[in-house]
């Protein structure tokens, strides 16, 4: 009994085959293809979103078009200021997501790899993976005041238990 590789696409193949429909069930694509629609998708996206604010479906005041923010991006992207708090930004999440990583990827590992290790700690992930991370802001400012504690903790948070739980998955 001789198994069937299944099918690959290339240029030769599509001559062979006749013309080709556009939705085939699981049917492999060109990359070509794949690329021109991972771009179409966005293109479409932000045509949508200027024909609604050019047509007034939507306030510009609450939603501008996407000209008017790319243009406001350029002239603050030209600002040190700006250039300053995306460092900062990025470092903050940087920094959380080291800080996550450090006690996710253990911990993760065990509860994949030992069961006994799931059993104890699946139920505390569990209880505090599904809470939103901002509800934790008015405790965390408590704790640790309004300087960089608060927002290195809320990026931890927000990050840590689900890490956990895609390790202990992938490791399983």
Known sequence: ????????????????????????????????????????VWVIFFLLWELAVRTGFVTEL???????????????LATPEFLWDIVVSVTRVIVSFIAAAAIAVPLGI???????????????VSAWRYLPAPSFIPILLMWFGTGEGPKLALLFIGVVFFLITLIMDYTR
């Open 62 to 76: 609450l939603m501008p078009s996407p000209l008017t923010v790319l243009g406001t991006l350029v002239k603050l």
């Open 110 to 124: 065990l509860m994949g790899a030992f069961r006994t290790v799931e059993a104890f700690w699946s139920p505390f």
């Open 1 to 40: 009994m001789t198994r069937e590789v299944p099918h690959r696409w290339s240029p030769a193949s599509r001559l062979m085959s006749g013309p080709r429909r556009l939705f085939e069930f699981l049917e492999p694509i060109p990359p070509s293809w794949r690329a021109g629609l991972g771009i179409a």
